[in-house]
T-cell receptor, first 108, second 115 residues
Framework: GQNIDQPTEMTATEGAIVQINCTYQTSGFNGLFWYQQHAGEAPTFLSYNVLDGLEEKGRFSSFLSRSKGYSYLLLKELQMKDSASYLCAVRGTDKLIFGTGTRLQVFP | GAGVSQSPSNKVTEKGKDVELRCDPISGHTALYWYRQSLGQGLEFLIYFQGNSAPDKSGLPSDRFSAERTGGSVSTLTIQRTQQEDSAVYLC?????????????FGEGSRLTVL
């Protein structure tokens, strides 16, 4: 079976750092994606990890440990516009399976 | 436009009616995906196309749901005899070649409301 778990909701303060965790169990593994989705909008791509380690892209970083079935998305210097849902997705043999998403609220 | 285009953007229908949702992927993208997203929920995988063939239909909820893709481009998702639980946003995405690192580009979705 396939299972992807992430926290349902998180809150943080503008300017702070927040880490959103994702654990997964899938049949086959061909990479892990993070997507951002603002309310009422389509998801947009943030990051892709296929090897263990940290990928940094501006204020956003994503980490992967394949042996632990674990990833996190790190958001630094939070801005109000970062309030959105963050979706962890794992590609098995072909299709991309999404978790239920973590709704992040950033407060001033 | 250059992005994934979906129509209609909103559809309200009565229970028992059939609906067709259309997806026009980015030109040249061979892989196409359909997902369903209920209010406040994550994305539920429905079906995946590589070219015109569907290697994985495992996510289709029932035999009322079907999808086809023609010419390696436009795809249509058909829901027959709609039920209230079919109400959701149906999202289409495409990627260049369906390979592992291929980023999915999403359309704005078709919001379906079944009364």
């Amino acid at each position: 079976g396939q299972n992807i778990d992430q926290p349902t909701e998180m809150t943080a303060t503008e300017g702070a750092i927040v880490q959103i965790n994702c654990t997964y169990q899938t049949s086959g593994f061909n990479g892990l994606f993070w997507y951002q989705q603002h309310a009422g909008e389509a998801p947009t791509f943030l990051s892709y990890n296929v090897l263990d380690g940290l990928e940094e892209k501006g204020r956003f970083s994503s980490f992967l440990s394949r042996s632990k079935g674990y990833s996190y998305l790190l958001l630094k210097e939070l801005q109000m516009k970062d309030s959105a849902s963050y979706l962890c997705a794992v590609r098995g043999t072909d299709k991309l399976i999404f978790g239920t998403g973590t709704r992040l609220q950033v407060f001033p | 436009g250059a992005g994934v285009s979906q129509s209609p953007s909103n559809k309200v229908t009565e229970k028992g009616k059939d609906v067709e949702l259309r997806c026009d992927p980015i030109s040249g993208h061979t892989a196409l995906y359909w997902y369903r997203q209920s209010l406040g929920q994550g994305l539920e995988f429905l079906i995946y196309f590589q070219g015109n063939s569907a290697p994985d239909k495992s996510g289709l909820p029932s035999d009322r749901f079907s999808a086809e893709r023609t010419g390696g481009s436009v795809s249509t998702l058909t829901i027959q005899r709609t039920q209230q639980e079919d109400s959701a946003v149906y999202l289409c995405a495409s990627s260049l070649n369906g390979r592992a690192a291929g980023e999915l580009f999403f359309g704005e979705g078709s919001r379906l409301t079944v009364l």
